[in-house]
């Protein structure tokens, strides 16, 4: 059974980093489309940042020049650079293949 498994979330305050990362269990995320979703308190999923299969890459306008997603198909694995990050970036936030959604890793940022 093909799984997407997050990780590397957790609480920082404003201005920190992390760096979530989305490993599969099939070589899926080498040639695919992949993305990072979020879900805020409250609110709807939201599109944070994508990958085409060419590597091309698209954000969510709140986080541009702040994330950078990328990949390592060696590894399977798909990554989610957060930098200066903002209170409203608080959520629980899944990676996505075409088919699947892993089960999300809560980021918390303090004021």
């Known amino acids: 059974q093909v799984q997407l498994v997050e990780s590397g979330g957790g609480s920082v305050q404003t201005g920190g980093s992390l760096r979530l990362s989305c490993v599969a269990s099939?070589?899926?995320?080498?040639?695919?489309?992949m993305a990072w979703y979020r879900q805020a308190p409250g609110k709807q999923r939201e599109l944070v940042a994508s990958i085409s299969g060419g590597a091309g890459t698209n954000y969510v306008d709140s986080v541009k020049g702040r994330f950078t997603i990328s990949r390592d198909r060696a590894k399977n694995t798909l990554y989610l650079q957060m930098n200066n990050l903002k209170p409203d970036d608080t959520g629980v936030y899944y990676c996505?293949?075409?088919?699947?959604w892993g089960q999300g890793t809560q980021v918390t940022v303090s004021s």
């Open positions: 099939e070589s899926i995320v080498r040639a695919n489309w």
């Open positions: 996505k293949s075409p088919l699947l």
